[in-house]
């Protein structure tokens, strides 16, 4: 889930195919730097949680009990929604052969319906007796997500055996699936820590505890920094954070408390409340701890002080951030609040009067008129500053590749299908549709747009395994009965592994960039045992959807005789 700047490779020509051509098709390469993208904070959407003295979700406010106010002056709400997705529990089996994945995807999703959550298991605190309750928790959360959800999965120390943000969820069960590898057996060296920090670095003298307890993770602040950085480009209204841990932070740490208020802070500007799941709610955490080593009241005592710090800690990370905390308690109930708290929310939007354009986190209070209500809310936005709203195509291209989600902004649609052996690794036809979008009264006139078309393969590390982007000018005149609708081929030389595919298509004309997410389990044809790629239908005639006008047929020629559809 990292931001890999994209490296432009030099121009090569393309050759077009006219499948029922309705534009005429030139690609050439343009100055770069000519386009220039501009956007401003004009419209500020702020997605509310409501609760009740109950903690439950409140569901029939109006919109005339909602306040917001911004700079101690009331804002004017301009639109209004309750959203509601309701549970639409799909078996998961963890215990079966997870299904290969679709070397198919598309960028649509409902705004309504869709939410970006990332799910971080931090292994390094977890013990091999945690295992079974951790599962099935997370199985809860598979079981209960909304088909357009977009999800991703990582561990704090075993990032590879994470996942990236998908909506193939059977994809998210492997990941589930790999937390025995990611705990495995605690070393001896970590049994025979001290429970919890003296302030000296020292402990209870004498004692061997089995959990670590009292101290931050390091680790755990970088991967939500960058988990936060990637939610904070999300475009669907509710994005959250899931977090399995036993503990949080504390702001007020003598070692941490800088990192700690950065990650709150951090969060707050991003709109992402986290939440805490402890493990050890079906389980004796005293028990897990090890209690039963001490033989003194002080040493039994320090080991209770400690456990309550952590999920005293654990309360302050949720809690600051917008989220909930849920510590010796049960798991499976906590997951399905958890849920349920991410699928009923309002969504209120306005446009800020003054108008800001400063660049800085303009703090935002929502409030309700009805008594007795919790209100939790996006704290703020961050406005745009007026230096940094020009981008050149090439940058736009960069930038929406390089973030952890796909851009529904055009509606696309792709496939990678690996079909050969290739110099470094396998190689790969990547099959781009495009669907340009369709004005009232049809397409007819002229037609000329700049696209840039991008490609980025990422390991499950983040680590960049394949990166380009190639320039292409469109220039011609629609034709009658012409859908928009284009095809883009490209050929990649994938590494032998699972690796994740974004592919970018940014329209100058448009100033807007689209993008999808490919999960693609990349063969290896030089094993001496049979492998099978996948199945490649071709494109003939006038069967399947009219097509306006078919790029890179060329560079796939050598690969298969047909255009893939």
């Not at 208020?261 to 050890?280: D, F, H, M, S």
Request: hydrophobic letters at 40%.
């Amino acid at each position: 889930m990292t931001s890999p700047a994209v490296r432009p490779l030099a121009r090569v020509s393309l050759i077009s195919l006219a499948l029922s051509l309705c534009v005429v098709v030139s690609a050439q390469q343009r100055d770069p730097q000519s386009p220039v993208f501009r956007s401003s904070t004009t419209y500020v959407s702020i997605d509310v949680v409501v609760t009740d003295k109950n903690d439950q979700p409140v569901t029939d406010l109006r919109q005339d009990e909602f306040r917001v106010v911004e700079k101690n002056q009331a804002q004017t709400i301009a639109d209004f929604s309750f959203v509601s997705i309701p549970a639409s529990y799909v078996p998961v089996d963890l215990d079966a052969e997870p299904p290969p994945a679709s070397d198919v995807a598309s960028n649509s999703l409902s705004r309504s319906t869709s939410r970006a959550l990332a799910i971080i298991v931090d292994d390094t605190r977890l013990s091999p007796q945690n295992i079974i309750d951790v599962k099935r928790a997370l199985q809860t959360v598979l079981e209960n997500l909304a088909p357009d959800d977009q999800v991703a999965f990582t561990y704090v120390r075993r990032s590879d055996l994470g996942r990236d943000f998908t909506s193939d969820h059977q994809l998210l069960a492997r990941s589930v699936n790999s937390l025995r590898d990611a705990v495995g057996l605690m070393p001896l060296a970590q049994l025979t820590t001290p429970s919890f920090d003296d302030g000296e670095g020292t402990g209870i003298e004498g004692q061997t505890p089995v959990r670590l307890t009292g101290l931050s993770n390091p680790p755990l602040f970088e991967v939500l920094r960058n988990v936060i950085d990637t939610l904070s480009v999300a475009r669907q209204s509710r994005k959250a954070i899931v977090l399995v841990n036993t503990t949080g932070c504390d702001p007020n740490d003598r070692n941490f408390g800088d990192l700690c208020k950065a990650t709150i802070k951090r969060a707050k500007e991003a709109g992402v409340p986290i939440y805490g799941l402890n493990p050890l709610g079906l389980t004796d955490a005293m028990a897990t701890s090890g209690a039963g080593a001490y033989d003194s009241a002080e040493g039994r005592a320090g080991l209770e002080t400690a456990i309550a710090n952590d999920n005293n800690s654990l309360k302050i990370l949720a809690n600051e951030t917008g989220g909930r905390a849920f510590v010796q308690s049960n798991l499976l109930r906590a997951v399905q609040t958890v849920m349920s708290d991410n699928g009923n929310f309002y969504v209120l939007g306005y446009y800020p009067d003054p108008v800001p354009d400063d660049g800085k986190f303009h703090e935002v209070e929502v409030t309700v008129t009805r008594p007795g209500l919790r209100v939790r809310s996006r704290p703020g936005y961050t406005a745009d500053g007026g230096r940094k709203r020009a981008l050149t195509i090439v940058a736009e291209m960069t930038k929406h590749l390089g973030e952890g989600l796909p851009d529904p902004s055009l509606p696309m649609r792709a496939f990678v299908a690996p079909v050969s052996v290739g110099r470094k690794g396998t190689m790969a036809i990547v099959t781009a549709e495009l669907r340009y979008p369709i004005p009232e009264g049809g397409l007819s006139g002229d037609f000329s747009d700049e696209w840039r078309m991008g490609i980025l393969a990422l390991d499950a590390d983040g680590k960049v395994k394949a990166s380009f982007q190639r320039p292409l000018t469109f220039t011609g005149r629609w034709k009658s009965g012409a859908s928009g609708t284009f095809l883009l081929n490209e050929v990649v030389d994938l590494p032998r592994s699972t690796v994740t595919v974004r592919v970018g298509v940014t329209s100058r004309l448009l100033d807007k960039t689209g993008t999808v997410h490919v999960a693609v389990d990349v063969p290896n044809f030089k094993d001496k045992e049979l492998q099978l790629s996948q199945i490649l239908l071709g494109a003939a005639g006038t069967s399947g959807p009219v097509l306006d006008a078919v790029l890179g047929v060329d560079r796939i020629r050598s690969l298969v005789p047909f255009q893939p559809i």
